[in-house]
């Protein structure tokens, strides 16, 4: 009886062994020699036991990456070896929605800039993972390409001011004046959200190292600053038949804020409501890391805020005599 129970034990342990016995031993990160750390693009290579036996009970349904248990159904094991696989971490183009699979801790918020010690295995598409005893910190943001992306966001910034006070880039054109013409509340919001909008697109693709996805909110937002650029560049045109000979600058915030009876509420709201606006988009690009997503209301108020701007500036200037 002793001896039965003994080949059984040794016979169940063999099965058990044959059927669950695959581990991932070994991490190593072939692109970045001994760094035990993942990034995006990185090509690695996890040591296995009992691979083969994982890839016959695989069948034809493939072996993908798993990190804490999560499957990247993308991402499918190249074979090197009978002890070894190999994966490119990087997301393919043909990836189901990011906020819905894997990737998704990616994109939690506040997005983390590093994911420690989490583990990385392998395992059949639609199974668990297989057990590992290899551990890696996921690098998401990495700190060079964050603060390179703060630079170039800074370095535009400058580039604008030196525009704006060098040029008429947001200068009334449509002055008569011989002097610097005032600065114009239109051109300088609408050029704020081009330039917030292009240095967060190029921020987050050098931080993330994906080309960022704009939102209808960025779409909206630039249409309502462009849309009142025009109306106010039509409105100037048509004011031009005026005599304006007074019509020079005081200053950018007197500029922006004043018609011809001085500062007026119709352009303090709209360059408050712009800047409150413009911080949060900000925030949510440098902290977050995405391009933010307003609620329809706050965009509705934007737009009437441009149009109450666009409506009241038709009657500035409008008990000037004419010329001829």
Not at 78 to 99: G, I, L, Q, R
Not at 117 to 136: C, L, Y
Not at 143 to 152: A, N
Not at 282 to 297: A, H, S, T
Request: hydrophobic share 45%.
């Amino acid at each position: 009886m002793k001896y039965r129970n003994f080949v059984f034990l040794v016979v169940l342990s063999l099965v058990f062994s044959a059927t669950y016995g695959q581990r991932v031993t070994e991490f190593h990160n072939m692109s970045r020699e001994g760094d035990q750390r993942l990034f995006r693009r990185d090509y690695v290579k996890l040591t296995v036991e009992q691979l083969d036996s994982l890839k016959k009970k695989a069948g034809e349904e493939k072996i993908i990456l798993y990190i804490d248990n999560v499957p990247f159904e993308d991402l499918v094991a190249e074979f090197a070896d009978s002890a070894t696989v190999m994966f490119k971490f990087e997301k393919s183009d043909n990836s189901d929605n990011p906020e819905a699979k894997a990737w998704a801790f990616f994109y939690k918020k506040p997005r983390k800039w590093i994911l420690q010690d989490k583990k990385i295995s392998i395992g059949i598409k639609g199974q668990h993972a297989v057990p590992s005893t290899a551990t890696i910190d996921v690098v998401i943001i990495q700190s060079t390409q964050y603060w390179l992306g703060i630079l170039l966001i800074a370095l535009l910034l400058a580039l604008l001011i030196w525009l704006s006070v060098s040029s008429n880039l947001l200068r009334d054109t449509s002055s008569t004046s011989t002097i610097r013409p005032p600065y114009s509340l239109a051109r300088t919001q609408f050029t704020f959200w081009l330039m917030l909008i292009s240095s967060a697109y190029i921020f987050l693709w050098i931080s993330t190292g994906e080309m960022p996805v704009l939102t209808n909110s960025t779409l909206i937002l630039l249409g309502i600053s462009g849309g009142t650029s025009v109306i106010a560049k039509i409105i100037d045109n048509s004011q031009s038949l005026y005599a304006l000979t007074d019509d020079k600058t005081d200053g950018f915030f007197i500029d922006i804020l004043s018609d011809e009876k001085g500062i007026s509420v119709h352009r303090l709201q709209m360059v408050v409501f712009t800047l409150i606006v413009g911080l949060i988009y900000c925030y949510d690009v440098i902290v977050i890391f995405e391009m933010p997503e307003f609620d329809n209301n706050l965009l509705m108020l934007m737009g009437i805020s441009s149009g109450a701007y666009a409506g009241l500036k038709s009657t500035e200037h409008s008990s000037t005599t004419p010329v001829g």
